[in-house]
């Protein structure tokens, strides 16, 4: 039987990302929120509130062989919800449990990259919960489960570039952070990477991103430069004097060539048929 797969938070930016990539190769279900406008006729698209909601209900509904979990919400109730899913998984034969962590996981330590075998410390909510569902996930058999942590994720319909964009054209404030070392991806990337880890069944902890990393100032400068000649009014916001690292280094995660990419890589794909070519470029 080919696998059935549950995306909770499926109508968001990452988990939209997955469902479209993910949706012509196996039996896919998804949940949405707040956008009853774009999935409340979808036959295979359920509402679902955090707040209200019994997952376990769902689970019995769909059975799924395997969740993906890219929900947002209050961080108290995800935790609750994430123990049914990984009771669920625990009880339920070959069931296993991707849940899209983050890089916040390590917002404790700013002094290096992340690693895979780095030990985590969290400091924000945001981390402190992701990183409370890792733990939650590590007390389950090794094979049921994949902890994927993102960095900053790019693309060409990112919230953060469609910010940008909009900064530009209205000639608006757009922060950026000269102290800020980051490594990141893009919405279409990290799908083919999950997708790879489903079709495999990889299981453990795999960092998502670039294999090299980059200022945040200069990262928005660059795409900013890349999709034309108007300018946002930057905004530099020092938070400390020396360089504060916040990257998920993919050192043993990846191996096939397709899945490992540099910044420079992501900058074209977010500027993709934006950047004018010049007659120098294409002579290159
Ligand atoms: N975007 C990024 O750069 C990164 C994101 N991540 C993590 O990935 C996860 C998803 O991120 P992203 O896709 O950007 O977030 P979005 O806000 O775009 O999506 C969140 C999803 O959760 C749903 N949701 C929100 N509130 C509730 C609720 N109360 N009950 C049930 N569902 C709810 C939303 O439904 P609806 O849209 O219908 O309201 C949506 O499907 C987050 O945990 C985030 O930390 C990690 C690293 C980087
Ligand atoms: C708002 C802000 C961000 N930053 C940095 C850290 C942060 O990860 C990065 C992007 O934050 P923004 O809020 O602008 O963008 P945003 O896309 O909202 O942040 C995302 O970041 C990634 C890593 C995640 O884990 C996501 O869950 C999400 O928190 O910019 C600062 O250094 N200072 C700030 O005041």
Redesign the pocket.
Known sequence: MGKRILILGASGFIGNALYSELQSYFDVYGTYYSNFSDFSKNQVFYHFDVEKDDVEALLNTIKPSVIISCLGGQFDRLLDVHKQLSSYAMVTPNCRLFFIS???VF?GIKSYPALETDKAFAISN??KY?LAVEKLLKELPAQRYAIIR????LGVN???VT?LKYAIASQDVF?I?P??V?NVTTDTRLSQQIHYLVNQSKYGIFHVGSSDLIH?SDLFEEISEKLGSNKPIFKQ?Y?SNTD?F?AVLPKKSFSLKEHKYNVLDIVNEVTLNQSIPTLKTTLL
């Open positions: 983050t890089v916040k917002d945001q981390g992701a993102l960095p900053l994720v990112a919230p953060v910010n922060e952070y102290d800020l980051i945040h916001v938070e504060r916040e």
